[in-house]
């Protein structure tokens, strides 16, 4: 009984530990993947599609204006501090976004001239 006993404390400790040390030692938020989301300009809605990923540890993506029939190269991406920063010098463009808690949001702001708000979700 005695064995019994000390088998479960410290089966117990063994779960306290992991959920004190399992948040800690989680992953930081990916951006990687495919997101969508409507930039209004002037009354006219544009439809983009912005598609992040890691390649050798170097993030990289590109932004599709769907209803302009445009590919942009990102020139910078970086991820630091929970906030995403996407630079596009082709078109004098920056996106700066925080990632929601859930990881399928993208909230922020598009500048390209004057500053317009921008949000998108995680296809």
Same mark, same amino acid.
């Given at each position: 009984?005695?064995l019994?006993?000390?088998?479960?404390?410290?089966?117990?400790?063994? @779960?306290?530990a992991?959920?004190?040390?399992?948040?800690?030692?989680a992953?930081?938020?990916?951006?990687?993947?495919?997101?969508?989301?409507? @930039?209004?300009?002037?009354?006219?809605k544009?439809?983009?599609? @912005?598609?992040?990923?890691t390649?050798?540890?170097?993030?990289?993506?590109?932004?599709n204006?769907?209803?302009?029939?445009?590919?942009?190269?990102?020139?910078?991406?970086?991820?630091?501090?929970?906030?995403l920063?996407?630079l596009?010098?082709?078109?004098g463009?920056?996106?700066?976004?925080?990632?929601?808690?859930?990881?399928?949001?993208?909230?922020?702001?598009?500048?390209?001239?004057?500053?317009?708000?921008?949000?998108?979700t995680?296809?």
């Amino acid at each position: 009984m005695h064995l019994v006993s000390r088998a479960r404390r410290i089966g117990l400790a063994l @779960l306290v530990a992991a959920a004190i040390v399992g948040p800690a030692a989680a992953q930081p938020p990916s951006y990687d993947g495919d997101w969508a989301g409507t @930039l209004e300009v002037q009354g006219q809605k544009l439809r983009l599609e @912005l598609h992040l990923k890691t390649v050798d540890g170097q993030e990289t993506g590109e932004l599709n204006s769907l209803d302009q029939g445009a590919t942009i190269p990102a020139t910078a991406v970086k991820t630091e501090g929970g906030q995403l920063s996407v630079l596009f010098l082709a078109v004098g463009g920056e996106l700066t976004a925080k990632l929601s808690a859930d990881g399928k949001t993208l909230a922020g702001t598009w500048s390209q001239g004057a500053p317009l708000p921008l949000t998108m979700t995680r296809k």
